[in-house]
T-cell receptor
Framework: QKEVEQNSGPLSVPEGAIASLNCTYS??????FFWYRQYSGKSPELIMF????GDKEDGRFTAQLNKASQYVSLLIRDSQPSDSATYLC????????????FGTGTRLLVSP | DVKVTQSSRYLVKRTGEKVFLECVQD?????MFWYRQDPGLGLRLIYF???????EKGDIPEGYSVSREKKERFSLILESASTNQTSMYLC???????????FGSGTRLTIV
């Protein structure tokens, strides 16, 4: 089992719709979770982080965390073509030196 | 904003050459990381450092070494470049894992 798993996509949504991106992780002791956005040919950019169970909202983005199910998601409301990118889920592992483990990312395509 | 600067955006080197990739961060971060990113494989950790002159192997250290003589600078060295080291190389830094990582703009390295 991979430490952090994401569906590679592509996830295609029309402009204005809600995009839902999902991620599962294996380390039950993990405490910190991050979402990065990566445009083609560019480096990852941190867009959201969440530490507690429940929802965290920032503008059009909502991160959701369910530690019991080892599941974290990112909702993008009113999706725009400029949201088209690969979204990387990252989990801070609780073993040894705490370092982020990244999923392979979900490619999101928002069509006008 | 934290700035992580990678010295080259694109680099072409020959097989067998010794290659140096430089990374500098300007926010006094303790932790620095080198990743490579390949299609379908995601981000893979090569080496990381949590203090000056300290280094730890990541998941794929073979064929690489690192140097951290000053807190702000973390160098990745390809001892004898090979074509399978053609990749996007990303440097990142963090104050602590809980705050996530800030990435540099990346170096697309081609070994011919």
């Amino acid at each position: 089992q991979k430490e952090v798993e994401q569906n590679s996509g592509p996830l295609s949504v029309p402009e204005g719709a809600i995009a839902s991106l999902n991620c599962t992780y294996s380390d039950r002791g993990s405490q910190s979770f991050f979402w990065y956005r990566q445009y083609s040919g560019k480096s990852p950019e941190l867009i959201m982080f969440i530490y507690s169970n429940g929802d965290k909202e920032d503008g059009r983005f909502t991160a959701q965390l369910n530690k019991a199910s080892q599941y974290v998601s990112l909702l993008i409301r009113d999706s725009q073509p400029s949201d088209s990118a690969t979204y990387l889920c990252a989990v801070l592992m609780n073993t040894g030196f705490q370092k982020l483990v990244f999923g392979t990312g979900t490619r999101l395509l928002v069509s006008p | 904003d934290v700035k992580v600067t990678q010295s080259s955006r694109y680099l072409v080197k020959r097989t067998g050459e010794k290659v140096f990739l430089e990374c500098v961060q300007d926010m006094d971060h303790e932790n620095m990381f080198w990743y490579r990113q390949d299609p379908g494989l995601g981000l893979r950790l090569i080496y990381f450092s949590y203090d000056v002159k300290m280094k730890e192997k990541g998941d794929i250290p073979e064929g690489y070494s690192v140097s951290r003589e000053k807190k702000e600078r973390f160098s990745l060295i390809l001892e004898s470049a090979s074509t399978n080291q053609t990749s996007m190389y990303l440097c990142a830094s963090s104050l602590a894992g809980d705050y996530g990582y800030t990435f540099g703009s990346g170096t697309r390295l081609t070994i011919v």
